[in-house]
Every structure is written in structure tokens, then in C-alpha cells.
């Protein structure tokens, strides 16, 4: 009988895990890049979104009119005086609902964001941005609002009778004696970057769908919620 010392016991290495496809590891960047977006439009909201300057000859360094979403800074009792003249209301009329609402509504946009890029399904992959892409479109319609109403809604009871008009929105324009430039600001500007990485996450979003398991039976929900783990089937166990 063979001596038990010659015996070779070789161990069984346990089963590889398959390493995850790389698309399927960009799932993550997907989410990084919504919660980026997000976090750009909370950011948005503590800074100012607009700035008009009205230059005259007794005001060569120009009087200053600044815009965020909560209200308005700068020169406004000066321009509140001026614009008084020509029978416009005063500036602490304009979006009185908007400037209340503003931080529910920058809450409600990051969450939506969040919850789209996170929950939707391939049939609202192209859909996903959509939220995100009308934070500062809906602004600027408003914005656009306020100021027609405010340029053609004059008192005719004013000391001074001008045409109505509309302030210009972007660039230089030009208010009786007054030329005022309008351009966006730091809020502006971040929401504008919030948008470029929501449309990028979609991009990448799209082409992760297109490679995962589920493209063929997902409908208007994420099965994995982009990120949550294949369930183990019964033959796993």
C-alpha cells in the first residue's frame, strides 16, 4: 500500500467573478454627474442670476441693478426714483410669487434631477435632461415677462410720458436718456454648467442602457436603479 506522505492534495481555487463590463462601472458616472448637476443648481441659488447697468451723463459710473432669485440688489432706491418719473412700478413689484417660491422651486429642480437620472427607464433616456435644461429657461421667460410688463404697464398720470418699451435683456439697449447693459451672472452661469453635465450624463447614460442586460424588457423604470446590484438567481445560490 502506498504511504500516505506521497499523497498530493491540490486545492480548488473558487470560481472567478467576472469583472463588470466597463459601461456597467460608468453607471456610477452617471450618478456622479447628476448629483454634480444638482449641487451646481443649489449652489445657483445663493448667487445673483442678472445684472443691468443704466448709464446717463449725471451718471457716468452707471447706477447698478443686480438679480438673484430671492430679490434684488445694487442701486434700487435710486432706480426705483428715476423710474418713478416715467410712471414704472416699483422694482419690489416684479415676480413677488417667483422670489417667494424660488428656494422650494431649486429644491424641487435638484431632486427631480436626481430622482430622473436615478429612476427613469430606457424609454426616458432622452427625457432625463429635461428638468434640468428648463431651470434657467423657465428664468429667463420670466425674466423676458417682467420686464414687457414693466415697460408697457406705465402710469399715463406720470410727470414724464414716454413709449412703452421693453428693457434689453441682453447687451446694450437704451431707456430714454438712460443706455442700460444687460448680461447674465455668476448664478446664471452655474446653472448653465448644471445643464452641460446633465446633458453629458445623458449622453453616457444612454450608451450604459444600451449595453445592459435589461434593454430589451425596460420600459419607464430602472429595473437596478442604475446602480443597485443583479439580483442573484436560484442557479447562484
Known amino acids: 500500500m502506498a504511504s500516505k506522505k506521497h499523497h498530493v492534495h491540490l486545492q480548488i481555487a473558487p470560481p472567478e467573478t467576472p469583472a463588470r463590463p466597463a459601461w456597467d462601472n ?3 458616472l452617471v450618478l456622479a454627474l447628476a448629483v454634480a448637476a444638482a449641487g451646481l443648481f443649489a449652489a ?29 440688489g445694487g442701486d434700487v432706491h435710486e432706480i426705483d ?26 429644491a424641487a429642480i435638484a431632486v427631480t434631477v436626481l ?26 421667460a420670466d425674466s423676458l415677462y417682467w420686464l414687457v410688463t414693466f415697460g408697457h404697464d406705465l402710469d399715463p398720470k406720470a410727470p414724464l410720458h ?11 439697449g437704451q431707456i430714454g436718456q438712460f443706455e442700460t447693459f444687460a448680461h447674465p451672472a455668476a448664478g446664471f452661469w452655474l446653472a448653465v454648467a448644471g445643464v452641460v453635465l446633465a446633458l453629458a450624463a445623458t449622453l453616457v447614460r444612454t450608451k ?4 445592459c ?23 447562484a445560490s
Open 162 to 172: 414716454i413709449k412703452a418699451f421693453t428693457p434689453q435683456l441682453f447687451g446694450n
Open 213 to 235: 442586460k435589461h434593454a430589451g424588457t425596460c420600459s419607464t423604470i430602472c429595473p437596478l436603479l442604475m446602480v443597485l446590484p443583479e439580483k442573484k438567481g436560484p442557479e
Open 26 to 28: 460608468r453607471r456610477w
Open 115 to 140: 430622482a430622473a437620472f436615478t429612476v427613469a427607464g430606457k424609454k426616458l433616456n432622452k427625457l432625463v435632461y429635461v428638468p434640468a435644461v428648463a431651470f434657467p429657461v423657465v428664468f429667463l
Open 208 to 211: 450604459v442602457c444600451a449595453h
Open 81 to 106: 426714483l428715476l423710474n418713478h418719473y416715467i410712471g414704472m412700478k416699483h422694482l419690489a413689484d416684479a415676480a413677488p410669487v417667483e422670489r417667494h417660491l424660488a428656494g422650494y422651486g431649486v
Open 44 to 72: 445657483s441659488f445663493f448667487l445673483p442670476w442678472w445684472q443691468f447697468v443704466l448709464y446717463a451723463p449725471q451718471y457716468p459710473n452707471g447706477l447698478t441693478l443686480v438679480i438673484s432669485l430671492t430679490g434684488m
